[in-house]
């Protein structure tokens, strides 16, 4: 990647593209982090939740500058497709060059948001950049709670203006996000023995689009739980059977590529179950090709278990998750095209215990609608008669179109690429929220260059537009305001 420009950049994304920091697992990334500060006889601190600043003078000249504080998470989402052998905890991103992008072999990139953390350790080494007083704020758990930002000491960080470096879409400003909380069920388990002369069948859903359950949740893509529990319901409808099984998904801010269910059946009654699973299949296929043209669901014969579910606790479940709501609740009503609340149905899963958990998230740039749609879904889990818990919960970032740092770089955008930015708020968590609220002054915006599939195995960083993305923040880092 160093023979990619800008080189600087890509030469410490490809370094840390070689360390594991999945979310709650950066120890590797912040010891990383330490070293370069060390290296670089910059300053250096972190705080008890393991956040890191590292700090550097202002250039000769630039002393009088508002201080900026540049801002990226070090987390990234370890994702991969089923037959992909990876541990996210050991083994490097192995990241391919394909028709002017970067991606991934079977698995998340990390571009979200480790060009970020690149960007900024490229500005802090360079002797060329004029620049301010200068703080960069890597941040730890961003994906699964933003509990770096959370947990942000007071007084951490000093800097006026604060530009996130966590967008996706190189040529677009965000100046605004959703608020989060996530909602989870749990069911105690109802089951029973399995009965002689019953047969297991697997049921195995894959190739989903998935994505992020902010930027993407209004892009339609099928939720791989609530199209295996389609599938059964219709079954259920016209034969007779258990479940022994059923999970979909793995983290909640990722729409569910996958589902997976193990069933049993009377062992007279293979035949009707694979006719109407072919049957059922071919339908849902022909629905949902235009959108998931890489959808697969297959059957086989699996090893007979010895218990399986209540048929009382079964329905249950099937209904309440038939019934849960999944995708955007409400458009805003003031910028258009942006969606103002949504909910995920992200993961169905056994807990340690044994129990059925089920995860979901809700995002809304409103806490009163974010509160109402959480809820909802409370209800509808109480109504089967699951406990519920509320966690994450984070603010949103109201937009402020009066913002100086907003129009400086509407400026600045103009003139280097004869052209205007578009000026946005995302459906998205950003951590700007937080800090905005525990930093009531800070003049913020968010960009990035353009990537896609965030999330998924399918994420891909586009190379011309982190070209765009650093000539950018350079000139905005010489035209940052004086005091």
């Not at 956040?51 to 550097?56: A, D, I, W």
């Not at 095209?337 to 129990?355: C, I, P």
Request: include cysteine; charge should be negative.
């Amino acid at each position: 990647m160093k023979d990619l420009e800008p080189s600087e950049v890509w030469g410490f994304f490809e370094e840390i593209l070689a360390i594991p920091r999945i979310s709650r697992d950066e120890e590797k990334i912040v010891d990383y982090i330490t070293q370069f500060a060390a290296k670089n006889k910059l300053d250096f601190k972190k705080d008890k939740t393991g956040n890191c600043l590292v700090s550097k003078p202002a250039s000769r000249g630039f002393e009088n500058r508002k201080p900026v504080i540049l801002q990226s998470h070090l987390d990234m989402v370890g994702e991969k497709l089923l037959d992909v052998e990876h541990d996210f905890t050991k083994d490097p991103i192995k990241a391919v060059k394909k028709e002017g992008w970067i991606t991934a072999e079977g698995t998340t990139l990390g571009a979200d948001d480790g060009i970020g953390v690149a960007a900024s350790l490229a500005v802090l080494v360079s002797d060329s950049i004029q620049h301010g007083p200068l703080e960069c704020l890597f941040t730890v758990d961003e994906e699964t709670g933003m509990a770096g930002a959370f947990g942000l000491e007071e007084n951490f960080m000093q800097g006026e203006i604060l530009l996130n470096l966590d967008s996706e879409d190189e040529g677009e400003i965000f100046i605004g996000c959703a608020g989060g909380i996530e909602t989870v069920g749990h069911f105690k388990k109802r089951t029973r023995p399995v009965q002689p002369g019953s047969r297991a069948m697997k049921l195995t859903l894959e190739g989903l689009q998935g994505g992020h359950s902010g930027d993407e949740i209004h892009k339609g893509y099928i939720n791989a739980i609530k199209l295996m529990n389609r599938l059964l319901w219709i079954l259920d409808r016209e034969m007779d059977f258990h479940i022994v099984s059923f999970e979909g998904g793995n983290l909640r801010n990722a729409i569910p590529r996958e589902a997976t269910a193990i069933i049993v059946i009377k062992e007279n009654a293979y035949e009707q179950l694979t006719a109407g699973f072919e049957r059922i299949v071919n339908l849902l296929g022909n629905e949902i090709k235009a959108i998931e043209p890489g959808c697969k669901m297959r059957m086989e014969s699996g090893e007979l278990p010895e218990r399986c579910y209540k048929k009382k606790f079964q329905r249950k479940i099937m209904n309440m998750l038939f019934a849960c709501p999944h995708g955007v609740i409400e458009w805003s009503p003031d910028i258009g095209g942006l969606v103002e609340t949504s909910t995920n149905l992200a993961v169905l899963k056994e807990n340690e215990s044994g129990d059925i958990e089920v995860v979901t998230s809700q995002r809304s740039s409103r806490d009163s609608a974010k509160s109402d749609i959480s809820d909802r879904i409370a209800a509808l889990f109480q109504l089967a008669g699951g406990e519920v818990k509320h966690s994450g919960g984070y603010p949103g970032w109201v937009p402020n179109r009066s913002s100086e740092i907003l129009r400086i770089s509407e400026r600045i955008y103009s003139d280097l690429f004869a052209t205007k930015p578009k000026v946005k708020a995302i459906h998205a968590g950003l951590e700007c929220g937080l800090f905005l609220h525990t930093n009531p002054e800070l003049d913020m915006i968010s960009f990035g260059p353009t990537i896609k599939g965030a999330h998924t195995p399918e994420e891909k960083i586009h190379i011309g537009s982190v070209d765009k993305f650093w000539k950018f923040l350079i000139a905005l880092l010489e035209n940052i305001p004086q005091h």
